[in-house]
């Protein structure tokens, strides 16, 4: 059994949480280590030693001493070693590298066109991380910037095989079908590539920073395009196929139901997405251009993009009313660039509560993703931190 696949239970004191709870300061120490997990101090002190060889922990001196000899102290390397993330939208990417704590040590956000496809788009991504790590002084200040780089993590805005790396079908991405991101990459760096679907980066990163003591939650990213990603048992839940959580294509009623990139009709992404508000306001004579301005609309105070806003809401509540009565998580949280539309919150929020059962929401936390734009290079480092230490 690999670590992304042991149950939550099993990893209790496993070397992924014994890096958290140092990275988090909430062991300095071996002693602590075990007393948090329950493990032996020689089970503890053998995981420690494995993480320190291949540069995860480090030692940092003695601490207080409570009647014995003064424990050493340990610590995740802020300086040098560093992993590479990529959060890939249709008109923008935020590019980052992080330190093996999961902090963002630089970070910046490029204008992209899809359309221009895989090569060229990836190409210049890969390009931007690497001089970021050319230009990180603590990488650098002893040579060693081109063995600083540990592993790129990626989010793609579609349909992802975990597995593979390939994308499949995706909707807004002309191009892009088939195309083995891995691969690619593979051929350009000499570090580990992992990629998965943006929404699913999104959850990873906004349930390590903020709710990492919960085992069940819903992230929604709701932008351009609208999708979601699973937190089952404390770990990212992809399903059979890296499916899970694609709420995009479920089938909200509605009269006349316009018609879907992927060729159906009625599907979420193209009621309640914020390409589906541009297209709306544009059927009904206002001149819009794209989500900022639909966004500018809501906040002047706009009745009719208000009143879309608000179908929006009831439309993403209404599909997530159903993943909460069947999957009963502890927190639905929104992200992207439509989490601040107060109307489509407030509506989505109201339809929760009408269509679920009472004990499904009686301790349910409905809010945004507190997280901020790193967020989704948040979520692309952990992964790669998670393969390092699985690797360790």
Request: proline share 5%; with cysteine.
């Amino acid at each position: 059994m690999t670590i992304d696949e042991a149950p939550r239970d099993v990893l209790r004191g496993g070397p992924r949480e014994l890096l958290r709870w140092v990275a988090t300061g909430a062991a300095v120490s071996r002693a602590d280590l075990s007393r948090l997990s329950g493990l032996s101090p020689s089970t503890v002190s053998q995981r420690v030693e494995a993480l320190i060889s291949q540069g995860l922990l480090e030692e940092t001196g003695a601490g207080r001493s409570r009647g014995g000899r003064r424990p050493r102290q340990l610590a995740v390397p802020t300086g040098g070693a560093v992993v590479g993330a990529i959060d890939l939208g249709a008109h923008h990417a935020r590019v980052g590298t992080l330190d093996l704590s999961g902090r963002v040590v630089q970070a910046r956000t490029l204008p992209v066109r899809i359309e221009d496809g895989p090569e060229a788009v990836l190409g210049a991504l890969l390009a931007e991380v690497t001089t970021l790590v050319d230009g990180d002084p603590a990488a650098s200040a002893d040579g060693s910037a081109a063995d600083a780089l540990r592993g790129i993590g990626i989010g793609i805005p579609g349909p992802v095989q975990h597995s593979t790396g390939r994308i499949v079908s995706p909707s807004r991405m002309p191009g892009w079908n088939g195309f083995d991101v891995a691969a690619f990459c593979a051929g350009r760096v000499d570090v580990p590539v992992i990629v998965d679907n943006d929404a699913n980066l999104m959850a990873l990163g906004a349930h390590r920073t903020a709710h990492s003591e919960l085992d069940h939650a819903v992230y929604i990213k709701a932008g351009t395009g609208i999708g979601s990603g699973v937190i089952s048992s404390g770990r990212l839940h992809r399903g059979a196929q890296g499916s899970a959580g694609d709420i995009s294509h479920c089938r909200v009623v509605a009269d006349p139901a316009p018609p879907c990139t992927c060729g159906n009709a009625g599907c979420l992404e193209a009621v309640a997405s914020g390409a589906a508000l541009v297209t709306a306001l544009r059927g009904q004579g206002v001149q819009v251009s794209d989500l900022t301005g639909v966004i500018r609309l809501i906040d002047d105070g706009d009745r009719q993009a208000t009143a879309l806003a608000r179908q929006a809401g009831r439309a993403v509540g209404e599909i997530l009313a159903v993943v909460v009565n069947f999957f009963n998580p502890q927190v639905v949280a929104i992200g992207g660039r439509l989490a601040d539309c107060e109307p489509l919150l407030a509506s989505m929020r109201a339809t929760l509560y009408e269509r679920c059962l009472p004990l499904a929401t009686q301790t349910l936390l409905i809010e945004r993703v507190a997280a901020g734009q790193d967020v989704g290079i948040t979520g692309a480092a952990h992964l790669v931190i998670d393969h390092v230490v699985a690797a360790a």
